[in-house]
C-alpha cells in the first residue's frame, strides 16, 4: 500500500512539472512578400519601425544604420560608421526609440549615446557625442531596450548574478532581476543566459535564445520590477552553473512587443552537426499581454530579426534566404 501511495505521489509530481511547460499551437502558414527593390546588405544585428522607415542596425557596413521606406523597400539613408574615432562605434546595439530620441549602445566602449529621429533620417552624418558611460564597467551588456522613457532595461551576461539589469539614464543600475538562474546555479558568467528584451510603455519582456522561457515585467517608478508571468517551453538543464546548451532546443532570436500583443521570433529545434547550415528560426509565437500564446506562424523562409507595425497588421523581418533581404508578412486577418 505505502508502494502505491508512493507511485502516486510520484506521479502527482511529474504532472505538475509538465503542466507548466507552455504547449505551442497548431502552426498557421504565413507567406512573406518581397519589394521589389533589392538591398543589398549583409544580416542586421535588428530592425525597427519608425514612422513610415525601417531602422536597421547593421555590424558588417561602412555605416552603422541604414533607413528603408517601409512602401517600396528603397534605402533613404545610411549613417553612422564604425571604428574608434570620435563618434564612431565599434559594437553598436540598438536601445530603442522613445518618441524623440534613437539610442545606441556601444558594447565595447560601454556607452549610450543618443540621436534626434530627425538627424538620422534625413542627416549625412551622425552628430559626434561623447554618450553616457556606463559607471560599472565589468557589466557586460549584450541586449536592451529604453524603458518608459526613464530606465534602460538590459540582457546582462557578465559581472551580475541575474540576466535582467535596469540602469537610470545615467547609466547608473538600480536593479537587478531574473528568476533564471535559479539559486543553486548563480554565478557572474551569464554567458549561456543571453537573450532579447523589449518594452511597452512600463512593461518590459525578455526571452532566452538558448532555452524556450520568457518572462513579463512590470516596471515600478522607484525603480523595482514585478514579474507579472513567464512561460516554459523547455525545461531548464545545468551544466555546472550554465546551461546544457547542447541538449536545449534553440529559442528566441527577437522579440517585439506592440500596445495588444508580443510577438517572439524562435526556432524550437536543438542545433546538431547535421543542422549546422540549415537550422533557421521559422516561428512567430504571438502573445497576449495576459500570456496567453495566440499564435503560432509558420513561415518557410526564415525570420530571425523583425519589427512590427505600430496598427499591428504587418510584420517586417530579415531573412537569408535565398538571399538577405527584407520582407513583409501580412497579418491582419489572423489576430482578430
Known amino acids: 500500500m505505502k508502494n502505491i501511495i508512493f507511485l502516486l505521489f510520484l506521479l502527482l509530481i511529474s504532472c505538475k512539472q509538465e503542466s507548466k511547460l507552455l504547449a505551442l499551437p497548431e502552426e498557421t502558414p504565413i507567406t512573406g512578400i518581397d519589394y521589389t527593390n533589392e538591398l543589398y546588405m549583409s544580416y542586421p544585428l535588428s530592425v525597427d519601425i519608425i514612422k513610415d522607415k525601417l531602422l536597421i542596425l547593421m555590424h558588417k557596413s561602412d555605416n552603422v544604420l541604414h533607413i528603408v521606406d517601409t512602401d517600396n523597400g528603397l534605402v533613404v539613408n545610411k549613417i553612422g560608421v564604425m571604428g574608434g574615432g570620435p563618434g564612431e562605434f565599434l559594437q553598436p546595439r540598438y536601445l530603442g526609440y522613445d518618441h524623440s530620441n534613437i539610442y545606441l549602445y556601444d558594447l565595447r566602449q560601454k556607452k549610450v549615446r543618443s540621436y534626434k529621429w530627425n538627424a538620422i533620417e534625413k542627416g549625412e552624418d551622425l552628430p559626434k557625442i561623447e554618450g553616457i558611460h556606463q559607471k560599472d564597467k565589468d557589466i557586460t551588456i549584450l541586449d536592451g531596450q529604453i524603458l518608459n522613457g526613464n530606465y534602460f532595461v538590459g540582457n546582462s551576461i557578465l559581472g551580475l548574478s541575474k540576466p535582467i539589469v535596469i540602469f537610470d539614464k545615467e547609466m547608473n543600475v538600480v536593479n537587478n532581476v531574473g528568476e533564471i538562474p535559479d539559486s543553486e546555479h548563480e554565478n557572474t558568467a551569464l554567458t549561456t543566459y543571453g537573450g532579447v528584451i523589449d518594452c511597452y510603455e512600463n512593461k518590459f519582456v525578455f526571452a532566452m535564445s538558448s532555452l524556450g522561457y ?71 509565437l504571438v502573445f497576449d499581454h495576459q500570456g496567453n500564446l495566440l499564435k503560432n506562424l509558420r513561415s518557410k523562409r526564415s525570420l530571425g530579426k523583425f519589427t512590427v507595425s505600430e496598427d499591428e497588421k504587418t510584420i517586417y523581418a530579415a531573412t537569408e534566404e535565398p538571399e538577405v533581404a527584407i520582407i513583409r508578412f501580412d497579418i491582419s486577418n489572423l489576430l482578430k
Open 214 to 284: 520568457i518572462a513579463y515585467y512590470e516596471q515600478r517608478p522607484d525603480g523595482k520590477s514585478n514579474l507579472l508571468w513567464e512561460h516554459y517551453l523547455e525545461e531548464p538543464m545545468y551544466k555546472g552553473n550554465q546551461l546544457d546548451i547542447k541538449q536545449l532546443k534553440l529559442a528566441f532570436p527577437d522579440i517585439k512587443m506592440t500596445k495588444n500583443y508580443i510577438f517572439c521570433s524562435y526556432f524550437g529545434e536543438r542545433l546538431t552537426r547535421e543542422k549546422l547550415k540549415t537550422l533557421k528560426p521559422r516561428n512567430i
